[in-house]
Nanobody
Framework: QVQLVESGGGLVQAGGSLRLSCAASGRTFSTYAMGWFRQAPGKEREFVAAISWSVSVPYYADSVKGRFTISRDNAKNTVYLQMNSLKPEDTAVYYC?????????????????WGQGTQVTVSS
């Protein structure tokens, strides 16, 4: 069983940056693909970014491409989401997810484990 704990959310002004972290339990972290999703108030949860297992190939939603960077440190069992040039529309609860499918991408159905989420609020 993999447990995921997100951190790093907060309040930031438009144009600012935040880095989210997701710490995973378990000794097989490097075999999981990892993803970030977000859910804004009144909206469905949507895909943000994913990274494949140990070879770390990233994949992004068009809405964040060029502004967000996903990375992983398998030695620390942690995946990161660096968010730059933040916009008010990036405001959401951000969730970390883990997939046993090593090349998981943007579908929630590909992911087996989820964190509790961390709030990101971008003010205009």
């Amino acid at each position: 069983q993999v447990q995921l704990v997100e951190s790093g959310g907060g309040l930031v002004q438009a144009g600012g940056s935040l880095r989210l972290s997701c710490a995973a339990s378990g000794r097989t972290f490097s075999t999981y693909a990892m993803g970030w999703f977000r859910q804004a108030p009144g909206k469905e949860r949507e895909f943000v970014a994913a990274i494949s297992w140990s070879v770390s190939v990233p994949y992004y939603a068009d809405s964040v491409k060029g502004r967000f960077t996903i990375s992983r440190d398998n030695a620390k069992n942690t995946v990161y989401l660096q968010m730059n040039s933040l916009k008010p529309e990036d405001t959401a609860v951000y969730y970390c997810a883990a997939s046993r499918g090593r090349w998981a991408r943007g579908s929630e159905n590909e992911y087996d484990h989820w964190g509790q989420g961390t709030q990101v609020t971008v003010s205009s």
